[in-house]
């Protein structure tokens, strides 16, 4: 026992130093701790600023609840889209029109034929003859492309011009 106690009051002044510069990393850890607790305090105050005391959880359960309704509101807003897409696709979209002189004792370009089609290429196409003595209109259905009546060179040609036209 006396040995150690020698030992103690030589190393002494040792064990002291040692002391001081463990007390001295000590109080450098325990500033860097209080900044990073003040850092973490002001982020959580950020966190929860605007919510007048209400708890945290509820905030985070009632944005939820808006991020499902808005997920619903755009469900709704596809289905609507849809909708209306697939009616535009049955609206005419494509328009071609041939003048033409349809006798060759009448003077200027006065007979037409105009092409009407949807998307999927359904429509009609209406053909209008100038002749000196008479006029006649007519309308010849067509169903994907095609017609089952017989078409005319000009009817031909305004047909596949509508129908190579793009949307």
Request: net charge positive.
């Given at each position: 026992?006396?040995?150690?106690?020698?030992?103690?009051?030589?190393?002494?002044?040792?064990?002291?130093?040692?002391?001081?510069?463990?007390?001295?990393?000590?109080?450098?850890?325990?500033?860097?701790?209080?900044?990073?607790?003040?850092?973490?305090?002001?982020k959580?105050?950020?966190?929860?600023?605007?919510?007048?005391?209400?708890?945290?959880?509820?905030?985070?359960?009632?944005?939820?609840?808006?991020?499902?309704?808005?997920?619903?509101?755009?469900?709704?807003?596809?289905?609507?889209?849809?909708?209306?897409?697939s009616?535009?696709?049955?609206?005419?979209?494509?328009?071609?029109?041939?003048?033409?002189?349809?006798f060759?004792?009448?003077?200027?370009d006065?007979?037409?034929s105009?092409?009407?089609?949807?998307?999927?290429?359904?429509?009609?196409?209406?053909?209008?003859?100038?002749?000196?003595d008479?006029?006649?209109?007519?309308?010849?259905?067509?169903?994907?492309?095609?017609?089952?009546?017989?078409?005319?060179?000009?009817?031909?040609?305004?047909?596949?011009?509508?129908?190579?036209?793009?949307?």
């Open positions: 026992m006396q040995n150690i106690s020698n030992l103690l009051n030589n190393l002494q002044l040792y064990i002291v130093i040692g002391l001081v510069i463990l007390v001295i990393i000590l109080l450098i850890m325990n500033v860097i701790i209080f900044k990073s607790l003040n850092r973490l305090e002001r959580y105050k950020k966190l929860v600023r605007g919510s007048s005391g209400k708890n945290l959880e509820d905030l985070i359960v009632k944005y939820f609840d808006k991020v499902n309704d808005a997920q619903k509101e755009s469900e709704n807003v596809k289905k609507m889209y849809d909708n209306l897409n009616k535009i696709k049955r609206c005419i979209q494509k328009i071609s029109i041939v003048r033409y002189r349809a060759e004792d009448v003077g200027s006065l007979s037409f105009i092409a009407l089609l949807d998307a999927n290429n359904d429509g009609v196409i209406i053909t209008g003859i100038y002749g000196r008479e006029s006649t209109t007519y309308a010849k259905p067509i169903d994907s492309g095609m017609s089952r009546y017989e078409l005319s060179q000009e009817e031909k040609q305004v047909l596949n011009e509508c129908i190579n036209k793009g949307i």
